[in-house]
């Protein structure tokens, strides 16, 4: 469903804080964005990076910060959608990183579900993938 235009700049607002919170390396930042539910769920980009509850997540992030050095995340399209207190959120971004001295960049894919509770958005569930490669069409 189409968003309003207030729904849109209010998860567009939690959108890039989380990005610059992970850019930031700043976990109370980015936790502050996911609700605090025993189901709420995040996929990462691992095989075996499925974080359910804030305590997982909360892991995820700190174990993603000890792999890479200057963590960035970039949006390039973001689609948002919602219906009442649920927006879904559809992103095309290129994630960075530093591993071993060597500045990174990887397109990546986000699919994110929030809920407004109050007058904040929440992020309750989340989905980080990158494109399989292999798979060029002209």
């Excluded at 892991?59 to 000890?66: G, L």
């Excluded at 949006?75 to 095309?92: E, Q």
């Amino acid at each position: 469903m189409k968003v309003d235009s207030v729904t849109e700049k209010a998860v567009k607002a939690v959108l890039d804080k989380f990005a610059e919170s992970y850019a930031r390396r700043d976990l109370k930042s980015a936790m502050s964005l996911i609700a605090p539910d025993d189901d709420v769920v995040i996929y990462g980009t691992g095989a075996d990076e499925k974080r359910v509850g804030q305590e997982a997540i909360k892991t995820q992030f700190e174990r993603d910060w000890a792999q890479i050095e200057d963590p960035g995340l970039e949006y390039n399209w973001i689609s948002i959608s919602a219906a009442g207190n649920v927006a879904w959120v559809a992103i095309d971004a290129v994630l960075k990183a530093k591993v071993d001295g060597q500045n990174l960049k990887f397109q990546s894919r986000i699919t994110m579900v929030l809920e407004k509770r109050g007058d904040r958005w929440l992020i309750v569930q989340g989905h980080f993938s990158f494109p399989d490669q292999s798979q060029f069409f002209d």
